[in-house]
């Protein structure tokens, strides 16, 4: 089955504690994107990936880091957490950017 | 900049149509997308609209898209407690996609 997963899907954390959150998609796609969603400001782009190796931010960079080491998985990187970066957050893939994208199930992040 | 503006509610009875609207001012979108988004879950693609075009029709949906006005409708046919959900409408710009901050749609009997 196509999709995009996303783990873990919730997860609640102290501020500083460095954490990992994984995206995988088994559809071959090159393009890859994370988003965070907020009540009020729909979602918001945070970095997106055109293929291996090549990352840019999106529109809400800060405090957040990405990999794309291969083309399945585009992990998002929380260095030190604070409570401004509690949000559900949403892993997408595409096979390029202009093609429909493709969303994992989220995280709901909670950082005390 | 770009930017996406939807209305936060809309409440309708069950078997009325629903219109959910959405503006955007970035006039070189060459898609626009309305996705659905049921609770505790992801983002779903309902259907999208390429800018060269002015309507798309699919079963009960109805996408309106007026590119002077840089206004997109989301018609929903007979709308069902099924269909209570938060809609977003998104505009694709070069390599993103921009969201709008969502309608909660709520059918009651």
């Known amino acids: 089955e196509a999709q995009v997963t996303q783990n873990p899907r919730y997860l609640i954390t102290v501020t500083g504690k460095k954490l990992t959150v994984t995206c995988s998609q088994n559809m071959n796609h090159e393009y890859m994107s994370w988003y965070r969603q907020d009540p009020g400001l729909g979602l918001r782009q945070i970095y997106y990936?055109?293929?291996?190796?090549?990352?840019d931010k999106g529109d809400v960079p800060e405090g957040y880091k990405v990999s794309r080491k291969e083309k399945r998985n585009f992990p998002l990187i929380l260095e030190s957490p604070s409570p401004n970066q509690t949000s559900l957050y949403f892993c997408?893939?595409?096979?390029?950017?202009?093609?429909?994208?493709?969303f994992g199930p989220g995280t709901r992040l909670t950082v005390l | 900049g770009e930017d996406v503006e939807q209305s936060l509610f809309l409440s309708v009875r069950e078997g009325d149509s629903s219109v959910i609207n959405c503006t955007y001012t970035?006039?070189?979108?060459?898609?626009l997308y309305w996705y659905k988004q049921e609770p505790g879950a992801g983002l779903q693609l309902l259907t999208y609209i390429f800018s060269n075009m002015d309507m798309k029709q699919d079963q009960r949906l109805t996408v309106l898209l007026n590119k002077k006005d840089k206004h997109l409708s989301l018609r929903i046919a007979d709308t069902q407690t099924g269909d209570s959900a938060i809609y977003f409408c998104?505009?694709?710009?070069?390599?993103?996609?921009?969201f709008g901050t969502g309608t909660r749609l709520q059918v009651f009997p």
């Open positions: 970035d006039s070189s979108s060459t898609y």
């Open positions: 997408a893939s595409s096979r390029n950017p202009s093609d429909t994208q493709y």
């Open positions: 990936s055109m293929n291996v190796e090549v990352t």
């Open positions: 998104a505009e694709k710009n070069t390599d993103k996609l921009i």
